[in-house]
């Protein structure tokens, strides 16, 4: 309820921005949110994504909360905003969340001169600078190109506005090909001959309707997150009901049980084949590319291994599901790279990690059968990931004390039970 009315303000706010001038001391509105990101910052978790922008991002999420509460989105649109309040918010609002990715939609109030003309090339730096920022920060962008509309209601008299819209898109998606940045093109999803917003997707030719967002917005611009994040499509609905294979709850950090040296075992372990095929079924409930026996509470030294989530953009990998039993890793490259990781057991903490590039290891497979093998890229470090668990370590423990200090808190709720994640865990 409180939320509903928060919004219905924010969207006449944005209709009277011309006639009553904020006070200047609200003017970024740097309140807005601060309550709220406090919330985010103590809960420990690490957002997806922060979606940055005006009304047209504050109605999304009025007319669907649960995208975002169930992408772990967070939406931090300020109804009536410019390019350059977002910008100047930005740490606040988008840094301060350690988001993985930033969704930034700037330009439908700068170009109805919401705070006075603004040149196009301005509006652009203004989106290139929270770029920028944004990257500094390891933190990926996707770009949106700003809605159709033929003009403001609450801002007669702006001249060409659709053609101004036009031209700013060719500006931000140049610029978003010239840096590799994906860019969700909605404005040519939406727009009717004029360039406007037909009325099939909006009351006032500017926000879109509920419609809108979910036939629309939510697909795109979900497809895009989820191939820049790696997000595995979730497949609870498609599973089959009657099958027996049983999900295991994650064991989360805190439980000594992550902290034991794991021992081996043989063909004899009883019921193997359900055991592998129950962790391939948590692991893909759980969005996961890796399971090692002690995050389902076992300490045998087995893991699982999943690349395919990668296999769009690495081909090798569509089919990369493995198993490890009794493994031993004996060679390890000098050459190293970092990479971010995250843990299933660790939910919310995501960290880059120094590991070596290539190992030689020799395991069993599912079938008992021995190899000596030679892995390289993305398998290695999922391998090493998981390897580390049946040694009774974790990912963090990679960290420098330093960055470690720094993540003490989070770590801390880990423990106290205090985490947000869509799997089940114990
Ligand atoms: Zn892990």
Redesign the pocket.
């Known amino acids: 309820m409180g939320r509903i009315v928060a919004i219905a303000v924010g969207i006449c706010l944005c209709c009277s921005v011309a006639a009553q001038k904020p006070a200047p001391k609200e003017r970024m509105q740097f309140g807005r949110y601060s309550a709220d990101n406090a919330a985010v910052m103590e809960s420990g978790v690490r957002p997806d994504a922060v979606f940055i922008g005006d009304s047209i991002f504050e109605c999304w999420a009025d007319c669907d909360s649960l995208f975002f509460a169930d992408h772990n989105f967070i939406e931090r649109g300020i109804s009536g905003q410019t390019s350059s309040q977002m910008l100047v918010r930005f740490r606040r609002d988008v840094l301060d969340l350690a988001p993985r990715a930033v969704v930034i939609m700037a330009g439908t109030n700068d170009v109805a001169q919401n705070e006075g003309a603004i040149a196009l090339e301005n509006i652009l730096g203004n989106i290139e600078s929270m770029c920028e920022i944004a990257e500094r920060h390891k933190i990926r962008v996707v770009l949106c190109s700003v809605p159709p509309a033929v003009g403001f209601r609450w801002r007669t008299g702006v001249e060409r506005p659709a053609e101004k819209i036009a031209t700013l898109n060719g500006m931000i998606s140049g610029y978003a090909a010239e840096h590799g940045l994906p860019y969700v093109d909605l404005h040519a999803a939406l727009a009717d001959e004029h360039g406007g917003m037909p009325a099939k997707w909006s009351k006032d030719g500017v926000h879109p309707n509920n419609e809108c967002y979910r036939e629309v917005f939510e697909p795109m611009v979900y497809g895009t997150l989820q191939r820049v994040l790696h997000i595995k499509e979730r497949r609870t609905e498609k599973r089959n009901k009657t099958s027996k294979n049983m999900i295991y709850p994650i064991v989360v950090y805190g439980s000594p049980v992550l902290r034991k040296e794991s021992v081996e075992i043989d063909a004899s372990y009883p019921d193997f084949k359900k055991l592998v095929e129950d962790m391939f079924m948590t692991l893909t409930e759980a969005s996961g590319v890796?399971l090692?026996a002690p995050?389902i509470g076992k300490n045998i030294r087995m893991f699982i291994v999943d690349c395919t989530p990668w296999g769009d953009e690495n081909p090798e990998l569509a089919d990369y599901r493995r198993v490890f039993v009794n493994p031993q890793i004996y060679e390890r490259s000098e050459q190293t790279d970092l990479f971010e990781e995250g843990?299933?057991?660790?939910p919310g903490i995501h960290e880059n990690v120094r590991r070596p590039v290539t190992i030689r290891m020799r395991y069993l497979d599912e079938n008992f059968e021995a190899h000596d093998e030679e892995f390289t890229g993305l398998p290695a470090r999922v391998i090493q990931?998981?390897y580390d668990?049946i040694e009774g370590k974790?990912?963090t423990d990679h960290l420098s004390p330093l960055r470690r200090n720094l993540l003490k808190g989070k770590i801390l709720n880990l423990a106290k039970g205090k985490y947000r994640c869509d799997y089940k865990t114990k």
């Open positions: 890796g090692a995050q843990c299933l057991s660790l990931h998981e668990h974790v990912f």
